[in-house]
């Protein structure tokens, strides 16, 4: 059955949070928190970017300005995030608040213009960055993953 735009776009979002929670339960707290090599991010800190970005991606959808972009808002991970539980948790409410706001826009408004600093995009422009970013960082927790020694698929 072929899908509308909309459906399409919820698919990939809930696709991409579903495969980054099931690679990240896989992983011990200490894999979690732990900067891989001593100088790469750990997969908190990057995770934390992941659910910021979603967040600031939900209230554009929603038709606001999430305000000014610091590059370096993800570099510190706020207290109330420093466990790997509190983490999985902002990702999966962030990706929802995400899916969410998309849900809110009808069909045929996915392609409107959305003004940002840079120039404009579209909320299926939007969804698509988010699933992308997600995915991105997917594929580094599956690095980490076998660093650790874990070569297997925890996708189900």
Same mark, same amino acid.
């Given at each position: 059955?072929?899908?509308?735009? +909309?459906?399409?776009?919820?698919? +990939?979002?809930? /696709?991409?949070?579903?495969?980054?929670?099931?690679?990240?339960?896989?992983? /011990?707290?200490?894999?979690?928190?732990?900067?891989?090599?001593?100088?790469? %991010?750990?997969?908190?800190?990057?995770?934390?970017?992941?659910?910021?970005?979603?967040?600031?991606?939900? $209230?554009?959808?929603?038709? !606001?300005?999430?305000?000014?972009?610091?590059?370096?808002?993800?570099?510190?991970?706020?207290?109330?995030? /420093?466990?790997?539980?509190?983490? %999985?948790?902002?990702? +999966? !409410?962030? $990706?929802?608040?995400?899916?969410?706001?998309? !849900?809110?826009?009808?069909? /045929?408004?996915?392609?409107?213009?959305?003004?940002?600093?840079?120039?404009?995009? $579209?909320?299926?422009?939007?969804?698509?960055?988010?699933?992308?970013?997600? $995915?991105?960082?997917?594929?580094?927790?599956?690095?980490?993953?076998?660093?650790?020694?874990?070569? !297997?698929?925890?996708?189900?």
């Amino acid at each position: 059955m072929p899908l509308n735009l +909309k459906d399409y776009c919820r698919e +990939k979002l809930e /696709s991409a949070r579903d495969l980054y929670l099931q690679d990240w339960d896989a992983m /011990s707290a200490e894999s979690l928190t732990q900067s891989p090599g001593g100088v790469g %991010r750990s997969p908190l800190h990057f995770t934390y970017e992941v659910a910021l970005i979603n967040v600031r991606l939900a $209230t554009r959808l929603r038709g !606001e300005d999430p305000g000014p972009f610091d590059v370096g808002a993800w570099e510190v991970v706020p207290s109330e995030f /420093s466990t790997p539980l509190a983490m %999985r948790t902002y990702l +999966k !409410e962030s $990706t929802d608040l995400l899916i969410s706001n998309l !849900e809110s826009i009808p069909e /045929s408004e996915l392609d409107r213009e959305i003004p940002t600093p840079t120039g404009s995009t $579209t909320p299926f422009q939007l969804a698509t960055i988010a699933a992308t970013h997600m $995915t991105y960082h997917d594929g580094q927790l599956n690095l980490i993953q076998a660093l650790d020694g874990d070569a !297997e698929i925890h996708w189900s």
